[in-house]
């Protein structure tokens, strides 16, 4: 229930306070109990006017639930006032005003009304119009009374067990929602200052990777020392690879041709080749179990993501091999990923942020970029320990238009 919806909620349970209000004094007075009727029925034409003044009213003053619950304390006071003062049984009805203004409203708004809720209260100790004698005297006011006890238990307990605890349980619900929505914020924000980062330092590193590629176009002309020419090549592999890299990124922002649709296992391998050239000495083995329908490519931050995974796997796994499977399960794809090791505690217990690196040149930044890639993607990264191994789960919905049951 959204904020704009609690005034209105307000209104129509006012609506059905003012129902059994009518019902009530019309059963009095078919009874013969000699109430002051006029100004009783004159209370409740107002309180009926103001209540549909209320529900017409623009949301930026159906807004004002302080204004109701004022109003709502004045229209009891009038009411208890005519019908027996402090000795009204429903005069407990101030305490539901004072609860629902406590889960609704800042705590300087509650004590004000619970403050006159209080004055008026004492008030109808010493100002109020008694009650006229009733047929049966007092056997029948106690019991009339005893009624009245039993009428606003019945009332109270409805509406704290009915619409105060569902207001309670959306409001909760609510606080649960901007606290996600921060915590999205404050990473969106550490998102931008790495973009602005990875911005700077493509642009800085232009000029040495230029450089090194004319020094090695140089050493390449020139008469190869023995043994260099597969090092000169390796070395130039790796300068092109990274030049494509910078490439890629300085394109991001760019308004891109859509691409062509491919095979899930396609995509999966072309980007592990391009990952293995720049990582040769790694041991992958792949177990693919995927349609070989054409499927438009991922979002261009699946890629990074996946490849800040495997990058930490193969860092942390060292000369023993990899191992990633990939499969489809509820139209998403599901890729887990494992290698021998350890799961850090603070990666167990805080993988939305980033972390302190456990490599001697790691900034700690792998996992934290993956998971809130994914998640922007509608997708999810869990990482556990599975025995003696790391496993890193990684799943995605299917882009749109996908069908990966047609073959």
Known sequence: MPDADLPLKLVKLRWLWLAGLALSLAGLASAGIALPYPPLMLATAAAVVANLLWQSAPAHRLARLDMQLAWDALFLTELFFFTGGSANPLVSLYLLLIAL??????????????????????VLFVWHRPLPPVPGGTDMLIALHLAG???????????????????????RRREQ?????????LRDEQLVALGMLAASAAHELGTPLNTLTLLCDDWQAAPPAAGMEDDLALMRDQLTACRLALARLRSRGHDEAPACAVPLAGQLSALLADWLNLRPGVLLETD????????????????????????????????QPLRLSARIADRQL????????????SLAQRPLNPQPSSKPN?????????????????????????????????????????????D
Not at 101 to 122: D, H, I, K, M
Not at 375 to 396: I, M, N, Y
């Open 101 to 122: 203004s406590a889960l609704t409203q800042p705590p300087r708004t509650t004590r004000a009304l619970a403050l006159a809720c209080v004055l008026a209260y004492g």
């Open 149 to 171: 006890m039993w009428l606003t238990f019945a009332a109270s307990a409805w509406v704290i067990g009915g619409p105060l605890a569902r207001l309670a349980l959306t409001l």
């Open 177 to 185: 929602e901007i606290a996600r929505l921060r915590e999205n914020q």
């Open 288 to 319: 693919f179990d995927l349609p070989g329908t054409p499927l438009p490519p991922f979002d261009p931050g699946f890629g990074p993501a996946l490849v800040n995974l495997l990058n930490n796997a193969a860092d942390a796994a060292g000369h």
């Open 334 to 345: 599901v890729l887990n990923l494992s290698h021998p090791g350890e799961l850090g505690i």
């Open 362 to 406: 790691g900034l700690g930044l792998g996992t934290f970029l993956a998971h809130a890639t994914l998640d922007k993607l509608g997708g999810r990264l869990e990482v556990r320990p599975q025995a003696g191994q790391v496993l890193t789960r990684l799943s995605l919905p299917l882009p749109r238009h996908a069908d990966p049951a047609a």
